[in-house]
């Protein structure tokens, strides 16, 4: 499936507009949370994974409440280390309401606390029940084959 299509066009451009305008919020060693499909009223709805394909790598972070400690943990620890993964475009979404039966719980269909990395394919590169440190997540990043290309690492 291609991002840009003549129906996704206006939704690609506000995508890119909405990215260039995030860019001094990256500079700055801060990594763009998405709260998806809670966006108030009046806002822009959140971007989709399709958005994102080819773009930035969605980390998505999922619990049944926002109160639930290892989602709180989660955030935590990946607030504390912006940098490492904004250099590795990494977008964190996440969605605390399963009864708003979103987009994500459909695609990805977590069971209570649940982290999913997704690489900037589409492909879910890896699940993980409990919160995972910043330095294992770009541990893994690191060994993707799409981000040993970005970097022109011949490591396997």
Do not use: C, Y
Request: aromatic residues 4%.
């Amino acid at each position: 499936m291609s991002v840009v299509g003549e129906g996704n066009m206006p939704r690609l451009v506000l995508f890119i507009v909405a990215l260039v305008a995030a860019l001094p919020a990256l500079a700055q060693d801060s990594i763009p949370v998405l709260a998806t499909e809670t966006a108030a009223p009046g806002e822009p709805p959140q971007p989709t994974l399709e958005d994102l394909l080819w773009v930035a790598r969605p980390l998505v972070v999922f619990a049944d409440t926002p109160d639930d400690p290892r989602f709180v943990q989660q955030l935590r620890m990946l607030e504390a280390e912006p940098g490492p993964l904004a250099e590795r475009n990494v977008v964190i979404l996440t969605d605390a309401d399963p009864a708003a039966k979103s987009s994500l719980r459909h695609r990805l269909r977590p069971r209570d606390f649940g982290l999913v990395l997704i690489d900037i394919d589409g492909t879910v590169a890896q699940r993980r029940p409990v919160p995972t440190s910043v330095r294992e997540l770009v541990n893994l990043i690191d060994r993707m084959p799409s981000r040993r290309e970005e970097t022109g690492s011949r490591r396997p």
